[in-house]
């Protein structure tokens, strides 16, 4: 499906965000367009009330930048009110059960939760046993707000999603792995490149090769060949010590411009932050007037209030 075809709806059916397995293209056009109707209001000065009265708790198991700064700008900007819980507030999972965690905030008047967290079963078990819908901020399975922050500013730079083919470099970990479902379902063809032993969950995998056009390699060139985006993450995602082995294994897979040659004359850069410069990326990619990182990084905002706007406000 071409998305500049899509006509939009004005809902979704899911109530909770946490994987793009649950959510169908037509669900996922439809935040894109609300995105960027929300930013393109923003822009203009447009104030908006769709989260009045509404609380948000944002618990973070892991610490995050980017996550906390644009949801808690998204929820203001919404006229919502948010509640920054980080681990040492909250004893989710050890002292006490998800089960009566997500029952209690429930009493206390909470409209939702988002949760950047390790294990993904913690965001699945909140879903399942709360009321509220729940928002996966990051898991160590995958990261779907990144990734329609990501389909956004492709649709922005290259003016369509269908047809255009991203390549992954380096680590087959959350990133990949969402990468994977949300690109399929969005039209585009992806190649994840990725040295033996490091490819993507295969769930995510399998599907991806159902809903679309997708390849795993262990040749960085030949994911790379004829690719409007290179995208690539960290060689070592946080909470990870350093390994020397698993470096070894990931560096022959550093975008830098020889390998960049392989993309089409007009690539992009791609990269969901925070960068390791001159590990996974060299300086002269991830500063080349190539590079939309801070694109990306700004779309967070817009998208992150697609998705609130949706489930709690829409």
């Known amino acids: 499906m071409d998305i500049n075809k899509y006509r939009p709806t004005g809902k979704i059916g899911n109530k909770h965000f946490l994987t793009f397995l649950d959510y169908s293209t037509e669900e996922i056009f439809e935040l894109l367009y609300t995105a960027k109707r929300l930013k393109a209001e923003h822009k203009a000065g447009v104030k908006h009330g769709a989260l ?4 948000i708790a944002l618990i973070f198991a892991k610490s995050s930048t980017r996550t906390r700064v644009s949801f808690e700008m998204g929820i203001r900007q919404l ?12 004893q989710l999972g050890r002292g006490e059960t998800i089960h009566d965690t997500v029952k209690t905030m429930e009493r206390f008047d909470i409209n939702g939760i988002m949760i950047r967290t390790h294990k993904h079963s913690d965001v699945e078990e909140l879903a399942m046993y709360g009321t509220i819908p729940i928002i996966n901020g990051l898991t160590d399975l995958c990261h779907p707000c990144q990734v ?9 730079h290259k003016g369509k999603l269908e047809g255009i083919k991203l390549a992954y470099l380096g680590d087959g970990n959350n990133m990949a792995n969402s990468l994977l479902a949300g690109c399929t379902r969005a039209g585009m063809e992806i190649a994840i490149g990725c040295p033996e032993g490091y490819e993507p969950d295969q769930r995510f995998v399998e599907d991806a090769m159902k809903t679309g056009r997708a390849t795993v390699t262990h040749d960085p060139a030949v994911a790379a060949q004829g690719a409007d985006i290179i995208y690539t993450d960290v060689f070592f995602s946080m909470g990870q010590a350093a390994d020397g082995k698993k470096y070894e294994s990931l560096i022959s897979y550093q975008v830098n411009r020889r390998l960049f040659a392989y993309a089409k004359p007009d690539a992009l850069f791609m990269h969901c932050l925070p960068a390791h410069r001159g590990q996974e990326v060299t300086e ?7 590079s939309i990182i801070f694109d990306q990084a700004e779309n967070r905002l817009h998208a992150q209030k697609a998705i609130l706007y949706h489930l709690y406000g829409g």
């Open 148 to 156: 329609l922050a990501d389909l956004l500013t492709i649709w922005e």
């Open 79 to 90: 006229g919502g009110h948010s509640l920054f819980l980080s681990a040492a507030d909250i």
């Open 284 to 290: 002269d990619i991830i500063d080349s007037p190539a």
């Open 52 to 55: 009045s009265g509404k609380t």
